[in-house]
């Protein structure tokens, strides 16, 4: 049985109230804020004992503050939408430009910014949210449901599930920066990963999908076989200097797959973590633009102090036919499951 407290966690800038959620099953913690449904730390059993692998903040104001998606959940369209707008169903709809020409999940005031509802509910932390017709843009009024759960054996799940009063777009992802030495650690070092895909979507000098796809082979994407993050980082090629480091899209399937598949695998610190998902893409994003600001007990966060495992849809999906799409009709469910599961080696 996971053993669930909660806490006042602060009031935002206009007025509501923050709880902190805290997770326990057996050796393993996961603290949850619903505040963009932030995962603010996920302390774990390790050779010299507890480490929190999750970078984070102690405050309320911090998390406001910040633009790098810590921990949060993010919509409703996660990763980048080229040139900030699309059209669906003969209509035009203009965005939030964000992130270069580009609308980086979900605009200005996307999920990461909502205070979601809490609840116990079958031995699990469900969090709830309403993305009301035009919320940025976005047609259609999205009801939204995150459930965590924790396991004893280390498994943190996040199972994501939407629907819509009108055809829209989605595409769910949690943006955790994890570090296997502890979220105070400040470098890669001394962490492999691994990622089993065969192709990357190359982007431009934007960050934005240009609809082709790149065979890993024989590049520093082919994250097939374990490789150590500061190794891929060190190695020349065009991508890599687009994005400062790793920040793609690595294609695992052209469809959403059932039941949960391998994505990725990094060890380090005496620490294996397992990420497994239905989701067709994971982003690899190796904390490139970080500033170094401090977080949790004063903690420097620097450039490629983390990494995150975005697991989603391909990005820019809405423009490119080739690539699983991001439609939501009217009515349907959009659903899909991710595993992160931590153990020692």
């Known amino acids: 049985m996971t053993e669930f407290t909660h806490q006042p966690f602060g009031v935002t800038a206009d007025g509501q109230a923050v709880e902190q959620w805290t997770l326990r099953a057996g050796s393993y913690a996961a603290q949850v804020l ?57 209509v035009h709809y203009s965005l939030a430009v964000n992130n270069g020409p580009n609308c980086l999940h979900g605009g200005l005031r996307g999920f990461d910014r909502a205070v979601w509802k809490a609840q116990v509910e079958n031995d699990a932390l469900v969090l709830r949210h309403v993305s009301p017709a035009g919320d940025e843009n976005f047609p259609g009024t999205l009801e939204v449901q995150v459930t965590y759960t924790l396991t004893e054996d280390g498994a943190l799940t996040l199972d994501y599930q939407a629907k819509s009063d009108a055809d829209t777009l989605c595409n769910l992802t949690n943006h955790s920066y994890f570090n296997l030495l502890g979220h105070a650690h400040g470098s890669l070092e001394g962490q492999q990963v691994q990622i089993f895909a065969d192709a990357i979507t190359e982007t431009d000098a ?29 190695m020349e090629h065009p991508q890599l200097t687009l994005g400062n480091g790793y920040d793609h899209n690595f294609t695992l399937h052209t469809t959403p797959v059932s039941p949960l598949e391998p994505a990725a695998r990094v060890c380090g610190g005496g620490l294996c973590l397992e990420c497994s998902t239905t989701q067709p893409g994971l982003q690899l994003y190796t904390a490139n633009y970080l ?25 820019d999906a809405i423009h490119h036919a080739n690539f699983p799409s991001i439609v939501l009709a009217a009515g349907q469910t959009y659903h899909h499951t991710t595993c992160y599961r931590v153990t020692m080696i």
Do not use: H, M
Request: proline fraction near 8%; charge should be negative; include cysteine.
């Open 34 to 90: 619903t505040y963009g449904g932030v995962l603010r730390s996920f302390t774990v059993p390790s050779p010299d004992g507890s480490r929190d692998i999750v970078l984070g903040y102690d405050s309320l104001a911090e998390y406001e503050a910040q633009d790098k998606y810590l921990g949060a959940l993010v919509g409703r369209v996660a990763n980048r939408i080229g040139g900030a707008a699309f059209d669906l169903n003969g």
């Open 206 to 234: 934007d960050s934005t999908p240009t609809g082709v796809l790149l065979p890993v082979e024989g590049t520093p994407f082919d994250l097939r076989t374990p490789r150590d993050f500061l190794l891929g980082l060190a």
């Open 291 to 315: 500033d170094g600001s401090p977080g949790k007990d004063g903690a420097c966060y620097g450039p490629r102090s983390a990494f995150c495992l975005e697991t989603q849809a391909w990005p």
